[in-house]
T-cell receptor
Framework: GAGVSQSPSNKVTEKGKDVELRCDPI?????LYWYRQSLGQGLEFLIY????????KSGLPSDRFSAERTGGSVSTLTIQRTQQEDSAVYLC?????????FGPGTRLLVL | GENVEQHPSTLSVQEGDSAVIKCTYS??????FPWYKQELGKGPQLIID?????GEKKDQRIAVTLNKTAKHFSLHITETQPEDSAVYFC???????????FGTGTRLKVLA
């Protein structure tokens, strides 16, 4: 596809379970970003990848959050032992020449 | 730290009127300023951007102006239509670095 894709589009889980969110960036985009957006709020930076490396993980809220990127392409954001406050939309963006393009997001609901 | 202030947080206009959203940034190294439109249930979509070497850019009904001295940039939408209703985010970035700083968003409502 031409754009950034994310899966699943919606995820409902129980408190304490682990979840994995996937991002497929635009082909050829070397930079990839994860953001979190709580209901009606702005964009909270989580992590940035350049290729497979994550030079800035400073936005990850706790050690329950981790992310990886393989082959300079697909990225996975993992949340372990989910809490209700993790409920939000998780947005992925890929970037080329400094311009970011966003995916549709994964809506996570922790019950 | 670096931040971007965005005003107003909500804006209602009559169809056909103009809408203006303003942002102020703090990092003088910022040199790239995109604007995103986010419709309900969707990810933000880039609608226009401007780099620091120009003061104004226009694309049909949308324009962005930049005042580097004042560290201030604005989005102007003319002849608004109901489909312009959405949340708009500004951002500032130093393209040598990687980080975007986003504004807090403006919820625009165009009344038919």
């Amino acid at each position: 596809g031409a754009g950034v894709s994310q899966s699943p589009s919606n995820k409902v889980t129980e408190k304490g379970k682990d979840v994995e969110l996937r991002c497929d960036p635009i082909s050829g985009h070397t930079a990839l970003y994860w953001y979190r957006q709580s209901l009606g709020q702005g964009l909270e930076f989580l992590i940035y990848f350049q290729g497979n490396s994550a030079p800035d993980k400073s936005g990850l809220p706790s050690d329950r959050f981790s992310a990886e990127r393989t082959g300079g392409s697909v990225s996975t954001l993992t949340i372990q032992r989910t809490q209700q406050e993790d409920s939000a939309v998780y947005l992925c963006a890929s970037s080329f020449a400094g311009t970011q393009y966003f995916g549709p997001g994964t809506r996570l609901l922790v019950l | 730290g670096e931040n971007v202030e965005q005003h107003p947080s909500t804006l209602s206009v009559q169809e056909g009127d103009s809408a203006v959203i303003k942002c102020t940034y703090s990092d003088s190294a910022s040199n790239y300023f995109p604007w995103y439109k986010q419709e309900l249930g969707k990810g933000p979509q880039l609608i226009i951007d401007i780099r620091s070497n120009v003061g104004e850019k226009k694309d049909q009904r949308i324009a962005v102006t930049l005042n580097k001295t004042a560290k201030h940039f604005s989005l102007h939408i003319t002849e608004t239509q109901p489909e312009d209703s959405a949340v708009y985010f500004c951002a500032a970035s130093n393209q040598v670095a990687y980080k975007y700083i986003f504004g807090t968003g403006t919820r625009l409502k165009v009344l038919a």
